[in-house]
């Protein structure tokens, strides 16, 4: 028999008791062959990958005492990125990114497409909503104290999280591309490029030319559902395993335990 | 204190009792395959990286070409007034490429003196100089006015009021077969100084030139 890693700790309660010896008539139920294949489902991929051990470290870590609601922010921010992946994708399946041709499929979407005006407009509140939980997210981080050292490296991939989605946010304001989106990308070429030096060719390398032209769409497109996301995806992991690997911090106002003979001797 | 270089290695493989080492060799057979593999991996990497990375940077360096565009005869345009005219900057974009520009006689005791040929006719470009919205010339006031955050420019297109950074833009205008064409885009500073074409937010009096530099994209200028 492998040998086996230490199991998850499970509170007593909800383990199920073994059973007794002379209890039931000796033969297997249907549902226990069912659950007996399950495990050794399991067992099977878990001898060929070792997955358990991460998947156990990941998520049965100790958390301090006076963790609470706040701490579920991330998450949620992470899910709302997961909807967002979600309902882009389905997006792209009816979008087309080209200048003549984006607003009549936007318009598609949402009058036409079978659950369109759904999934759209999940996408677009669902945008704001990550725009919220990643402040708040952020804001927790701060007030708690949690950036400070050994933690300092997760804040820094937390605040490239914040200006990527950002960037999402701003390269797909565009791609309606009715009258509200042309405007706005115009105005935020226009912030961009106020940037003393280099802001000039930033807004060059955006537009993709002097002007809003035809490759400005689809530039903006393949930003928004490609490449940024890939980093979001890529960092958030990075994001995650520091979490793990550092554990998360005691809300501000729970105090270290001493013990009296400790604190005199201090004193 | 003892000499450092006492303890420095010989260079040869061959002093250092490599097994196999030639005479003179210096880089031992393994350093050279590692080195070579890593140099390999970076070749191949950069094979694919930087030709994607020029294809993205491209438009930051192509040269536009300069276009005319006829927009009417000359008795269509007064001095005292503007007569809105629309061209397209951009093509293969549909009505997006396309922008209104509001065009008069030059007028000597308002502009002053004729800087050449192509200031007879003066087109004011409609994008404001705050952020790039359009702006809309008010015959009442004979005021240019913008929507978005309340910029306002006079008659000649100097700022008034409102957050613009420097007077609206305007474009090369010439006359060809009796007709007035209009050409490329210029910018201007307080003084109504030509500038090559920048974009709206970015001063061009004092140090501003030099903080926001003419653009490697910008269409070859008329002599």
Redesign the interface.
């Known amino acids: 028999m492998s040998p086996r890693l230490p199991a998850p700790p499970i509170p007593d309660q909800l383990k199920s008791a073994p059973q007794r010896a002379g209890e039931g008539d000796g033969k297997k139920s249907a549902l226990d062959h069912g659950v007996e294949a399950g495990v050794s489902a399991v067992d099977w991929i878990d001898e060929r990958t070792s997955l358990s051990g991460g998947l156990r470290w990941m998520m049965f870590r100790k958390v301090p005492k006076g963790t609470n609601w706040f701490y579920t922010l991330g998450s949620a921010t992470m899910f709302a990125f997961l909807s967002q992946a979600v309902t882009g994708v389905f997006l792209a399946m009816y979008y087309t990114p080209s200048a003549t041709q984006a607003y009549e499929s936007t318009r598609y979407i949402t009058n036409e497409a079978f659950l369109g005006e759904f999934v759209r407009g999940m996408h677009k509140w669902g945008s704001t909503v990550m725009v919220i939980l990643i402040f708040v997210h952020m804001g927790r981080t701060f007030f708690f104290g949690a950036y400070k050292y050994p933690r300092e490296l997760n804040w820094v991939i937390g605040v490239v999280l914040l200006v990527l989605t950002m960037t999402m946010s701003f390269t797909g304001y565009l791609l309606p591309f009715d009258q509200r989106s042309y405007w706005a990308t115009i105005v935020g070429v226009n912030i961009n490029g106020t940037g003393p030096i280099v802001g000039p060719y930033l807004s060059d390398f955006l537009r993709a030319g002097p002007e809003f032209g035809a490759t400005t769409l689809s530039r903006f497109y393949a930003i928004h559902m490609l490449l940024v996301p890939g980093a979001i995806a890529a960092l958030m992991g990075a994001h995650l395993y520091l979490v793990a690997r550092l554990g998360t911090t005691a809300p501000p106002w729970i105090k270290a335990e001493t013990s009296d003979e400790l604190a005199t001797d201090e004193v | 204190m003892p000499d450092r270089h006492e303890k420095t290695k010989s260079p040869y493989t061959a002093d250092r009792d490599y097994p196999g080492a030639f005479e003179g060799e210096t880089v031992t057979r393994r350093r050279l395959v590692t080195g070579g593999g890593q140099a390999l991996g970076v070749i191949a990497a950069a094979s694919f990286a930087l030709p994607a990375l020029g294809f993205?940077?491209g438009?930051?360096f192509?040269r536009?070409k300069a276009t005319w565009e006829a927009v009417g005869s000359p008795d269509d345009f007064i001095a005292e007034s503007y007569i809105p005219k629309v061209i397209t900057?951009?093509?293969?974009?549909?009505e997006?490429?396309k922008t209104t520009v509001y065009m008069r006689k030059h007028e000597p005791s308002v502009d002053g003196e004729l800087k050449d040929s192509y200031d007879e006719y003066v087109a004011i470009s409609t994008r404001c100089m705050h952020?790039?919205?359009?702006v809309r010339y008010i015959e009442a006031s004979q005021r240019f006015v913008c929507p978005?955050h309340g910029g306002v420019y006079d008659f000649t297109g100097r700022v008034v009021g409102g957050p613009p950074v420097r007077p609206l833009d305007r474009f090369y205008t010439r006359v060809r077969a009796g007709l007035v064409e209009v050409g490329p885009r210029y910018s201007v500073n307080s003084e109504l100084k030509r500038y090559s074409?920048?974009?709206?937010?970015?001063p061009l009096d004092g140090i501003g030139p030099y903080?926001?530099?003419?653009?490697?994209?910008?269409?070859e200028l008329p002599s």
Do not use: I, W
């Not at chain 2, 952020?131 to 359009?134: E, F, Q």
């Open positions: 993205a940077l438009p930051v192509e536009g900057t951009t093509r293969r974009v549909g997006v490429g952020l790039g919205c359009p978005c074409p920048r974009d709206p937010g970015e903080l926001y530099p003419p653009r490697f994209s910008t269409p």
